[in-house]
């Protein structure tokens, strides 16, 4: 095994020896809301909106984006589990900034293998690559309020989704952990 698996289920065993209560826990979160964020390691949703163990769905991807999926994941939330107000949370400093749909498609049909950012951009290491990632959408963007509000608007305007359930619209700060309010965002996602 790595030393990750180890360090992993070293923890895990930890963690599963003062579980205690947690194995009843409500299917339903206990607070009533669902948070879609990116997968970034630096964000720690439980950390920045006070959840514990059961409060909230935490639905994560790649720039916290509103996917097809994460709408899915979103509608299953209300629809089965009661959530009744959702938040999309963006943050400052995101690598989906860092490249374009074509670059990684780019990227993708030289190598594989991880790249490496520099100064002037992505630089691929080589090795055998498909042109497969060309036909993805990669879901990049260059304005971080703009990409909140879009996300926003997507899913507001989403025919599975009530308009009932308010969308808040938010930017984590990585430099100060602060969560900064998007009011655009907020605004197209009143209820109706």
Do not use: Q
């Amino acid at each position: 095994m790595s030393k990750i698996v180890d360090e992993v289920l070293s923890a895990n065993a930890a963690y599963a020896a003062e579980f205690g209560a947690k194995g009843k826990l409500a299917m339903p979160p206990a607070r009533r809301f669902a948070i879609l964020t990116c997968m970034d390691a630096r964000l720690d949703p439980a950390k920045y909106a006070g959840l514990a163990e059961g409060d909230a769905h935490v639905i994560r991807n790649a720039g916290g984006r509103a996917s097809d999926d994460a709408i899915r994941s979103l509608v299953i939330s209300h629809k089965l589990l009661g959530t009744g107000e959702w938040f999309v949370i963006h943050h400052t400093n995101c690598g989906m900034e860092t490249f374009t749909d074509e670059v990684m498609g780019d990227l993708l049909a030289s190598s594989l293998n991880t790249a490496e950012l520099t100064p002037t951009g992505w630089r691929d290491r080589g090795g055998g690559g498909s042109p497969e990632g060309r036909y993805v959408k990669w879901l990049t963007f260059t304005d971080l309020a703009g990409s909140v509000a879009e996300d926003v608007r997507r899913i507001r305007g989403h025919p599975l989704v009530p308009g009932g359930i308010p969308i808040y619209g938010y930017i984590y700060d990585v430099g100060s952990g602060k969560l900064i309010e998007v009011p655009e965002a907020t605004e197209a996602g009143a209820p109706a």
